[in-house]
C-alpha cells in the first residue's frame, strides 16, 4: 500500500468552482510532485517541490493552478476555477533528494460537471 | 529528447500463461527505467526500476524486467500469471538524477482470462 496519502479520493466540481487537493508525502521525502493524469493515460506534470520551494512548473499550473508544501502540513494543489478539461486523475508523488524514484498516492479523481 | 513506447495497448493472456509487456526507450544517456501497474481506482505502483548493474531485475509479485542497451528495451516479464494481474502497467523513464524528467509510456492494458 502507498505510504503517499492524498485526499480526497474523489472530488465533484462545477465549472468555475475551486478545487483543492491535498497529499501528505512519504515519511522522510522532502521532494513532492503533482501529476495529472487524463483518461487516454496521459500524464502532465504540474509542479514540484523541494521541502517548501517549488522547483519547477509549467505554464498551465502558473495561471490557474496553486500548489504549496508548507512546513509541517500537507501539501496541496488548488486550481482557482475549475473547467472541464480539468477532470483527471491528480497523481501525487514523492521522492528523496537526488533519487529518481517517485512513490505515488492513489491520487484524487476530479470531475468538473 | 527522451521517449517511451509501449507498443501493445492491451495485452490478453491465460491465466497461468507467461507474460511479456514490450517497452522501447529512446535517451542518449543512461536511463532509469522503472515499470509501476496501475489498479482501477488506484494510483501507480512501483513494480521494479534499473539503473546499472544485471540487466535482469527482479520487481514484486514474480515480475522481472531485462534491460537492453542496443535494443534500447526494457521489456517486463512474468512466467506465470494471476487474474489479479490484470491492470494497466505503465513503463517510465527518468532523466538525469533527481527525477525531473520523467517520462510516462502510453499504457498497456493486461487482461487475464480465467
Known amino acids: 500500500n502507498s505510504k503517499v496519502i492524498q485526499t480526497p479520493r474523489y472530488l465533484v466540481k462545477g465549472q468555475g468552482q475551486k478545487a483543492k487537493m491535498r497529499c501528505i508525502p512519504e515519511?522522510?521525502?522532502?521532494?513532492v510532485f503533482w501529476y495529472q493524469q487524463n483518461k487516454n493515460n496521459e500524464f502532465k506534470f504540474l509542479i514540484n517541490?523541494?521541502?517548501?520551494?517549488?522547483?519547477?512548473q509549467i505554464d498551465m499550473t502558473e495561471k490557474r493552478f496553486s500548489a504549496e508544501c508548507p512546513s509541517n502540513s500537507p501539501c496541496s494543489l488548488e486550481i482557482q476555477s475549475s473547467e472541464a478539461g480539468d477532470s483527471a486523475l491528480y497523481l501525487c508523488a514523492s521522492s528523496l533528494v537526488g533519487k529518481n524514484t517517485l512513490y505515488f498516492g492513489a491520487g484524487t479523481r476530479l470531475s468538473v460537471l | 529528447a527522451q521517449s517511451v513506447t509501449q507498443p501493445d495497448a492491451r495485452v490478453t493472456v491465460s491465466e497461468g500463461a507467461s507474460l511479456q509487456l514490450r517497452c522501447k526507450y529512446s535517451y542518449s544517456g543512461t536511463p532509469y527505467l522503472f515499470w509501476y501497474v496501475q489498479y482501477p481506482r488506484q494510483g501507480l505502483q512501483l513494480l521494479l526500476k534499473?539503473?546499472?548493474?544485471?540487466?535482469v531485475v527482479q520487481g514484486v509479485n514474480g515480475f522481472e524486467a531485462e534491460f537492453s542497451k542496443s535494443n534500447s528495451s526494457f521489456h517486463l516479464r512474468k512466467a506465470s500469471v494471476h487474474w489479479s494481474d490484470s491492470a494497466v502497467y505503465f513503463c517510465v523513464l527518468s532523466a538525469g538524477t533527481g527525477g525531473y524528467k520523467v517520462v510516462f509510456g502510453s499504457g498497456t492494458r493486461l487482461l487475464v482470462s480465467p
Open positions: 515519511k522522510g521525502h522532502p521532494v
Open positions: 517541490f523541494q521541502n517548501q520551494e517549488v522547483l519547477q
Open positions: 534499473y539503473y546499472s548493474g544485471d540487466p
